[in-house]
């Protein structure tokens, strides 16, 4: 069996190994890595502008520069 240092992954490479390894008991140590990691936007319900930056907090998750409706 190879081993893989999950440290040394990035988020969206960890996100792509739980897709392939879901189902099996390995997707739990890729879990646990993520659980480790610091979020890299923290954002508190009591922030006045927390819907746009949640907004786009999930744009840039998905890799969507614009929002519709603002294409030139």
Not at 10 to 27: M, N, Y
Not at 35 to 47: A, G, L, N, Q
């Amino acid at each position: 069996m190879t081993h893989l240092d999950l440290t040394s992954l990035d988020k969206r490479q960890l996100i792509s190994r739980l897709w392939e390894l879901k189902g099996t008991p390995a997707v739990h140590a890729v879990y646990q890595e993520l659980r480790t990691r610091s979020p890299k936007m923290t954002i508190k319900i009591s922030d006045p502008d927390w819907e746009n930056k949640t907004d786009e907090a999930l744009r840039r998750a998905l890799g969507i520069t614009q929002r519709s409706g603002q294409e030139a």
